[in-house]
């Protein structure tokens, strides 16, 4: 007997997903605050207080903090990233939209199309200063993975 053609499209594209899609590195940096890469500035990614749920628009927050504490207002953040292990993007443009409370910006438009490991890339420019920031969360069909 054949097995049915839809079958073994569906174990093929499963067999192909694992050895390209991968699995995350088991030594991931998982922490949603951390220094950017120079110290510069500390920054905390604080996800929608409802969960990250999958497929589904959220904003975040960026909080930035020089390494005394205080809050750093003003600043200009880009915004990049997408699956590592996937070369794409995320489907939305995320974009820092605003300042909510000193230090506290906006990041709107986060959209995680599929469950696996994302990363979500900080520029951050104030006054003299600039630095950049790398998160990473792995996210399943509930949301993300902590
Ligand atoms: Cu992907």
Redesign the pocket.
Known sequence: MFKPLAQTVLVSLATACLAA?GTPPADLDLSLQHPTAEGRFIVSMVPPAAGAAIRQMHAWQVRVEMPDGRPVQHAAIGFDG??P??G?GFPTAPRVTGELAPGVYALEGVKF??S?WWDMRLAIRAGDLSDTAVFNVIVGDDGLRR
């Open positions: 899609c997408g699956m292990q996937h794409h199309s599929m696996g």
